[in-house]
């Protein structure tokens, strides 16, 4: 079963919501919503063009960035990463 999820004529999938408690256009069914993802491709929300600033400042600005980048930064902070990270 899909929840959260209205087909609009053109066939894609909208969101019904933002993951940000925030966002202006909560409940609208006709903003184009989508999974926002850091740079090695990990959920951070669904989000709008409205809300999308707003969800990014929840993270930290490097993991948007280069994925090399975020890896060394993952690792200065002791997570265990391998290469197929």
């Known amino acids: 079963m899909i929840t959260n999820i209205d087909i609009n004529r053109k066939g894609l999938k909208m ?13 609208k069914t006709d903003v184009y919503r989508w999974i926002l993802t850091d740079s090695l491709g990990m959920s951070c ?7 999308i600033d707003e969800q990014q400042a929840k993270y930290k600005p490097v993991i948007f960035d ?3 980048d975020y890896r060394q930064h993952m690792a200065e902070c002791g997570e265990n990463i391998d290469s197929d990270y």
């Open 66 to 68: 280069d994925p090399h």
């Open 45 to 51: 929300g669904k989000v709008c063009k409205d809300c």
């Open 15 to 27: 969101t019904e919501r933002c993951w940000n408690s925030h966002c202006t256009n909560e409940g």
